[in-house]
């Protein structure tokens, strides 16, 4: 069974620090352009991080710009996604996501014009950044 499942999240002071998994099972991760979502309550899904298998070229947007990180150990077939500096507003549940067809080319089209293509996504795990 392809799946990806996503751990780490939790509850987490302002500016303080998480590092979420996605670790895939049936598929290797490192043949797939990868990606991290958020939903906000009441809010649409937003990218915040993807990676692209074809250069590993990366992409965030600017609300996360310098504060995220998303990188892979491929021997563990895990894509980690490592935030620092956390507000309230990045409180959400906090998905992963592969373009497991294989047609974007790009971090920012993956990321903002084409996620709600991607065919293979993980249950998501909370982040609450409160004091």
């Known amino acids: 069974q392809v799946q990806l499942v996503e751990s780490g999240g939790g509850l987490v002071q302002p500016g303080g620090s998480l590092r979420l998994s996605c670790t895939g099972s049936?598929?290797?991760?490192?043949?797939?352009?990868i990606g991290w979502f958020r939903q906000a309550p009441g809010r649409e899904r937003e990218g915040v991080s993807c990676?692209?298998?074809?250069?590993?070229?990366?992409y965030y947007p600017d609300s996360v710009m310098g504060r995220f990180t998303i990188s892979k150990d491929n021997a563990k077939n895990t894509v980690y996604l490592q935030m620092d500096s956390l507000k309230p507003e990045d409180t959400g549940v906090y998905y992963c996501?592969?373009?497991?067809?294989?047609?974007?080319?790009?971090?920012?089209?993956?990321?903002?014009?084409?996620?709600?293509?991607?065919?293979?996504w993980g249950q998501g795990t909370l982040v609450t950044v409160s004091s």
């Open positions: 996501a592969a373009d497991y067809g294989g047609s974007i080319t790009t971090g920012q089209a993956m990321c903002v014009q084409r996620y709600n293509q991607l065919e293979l």
């Open positions: 990676i692209m298998a074809s250069d590993g070229s990366t």
């Open positions: 049936g598929l290797i991760m490192d043949y797939y352009s």
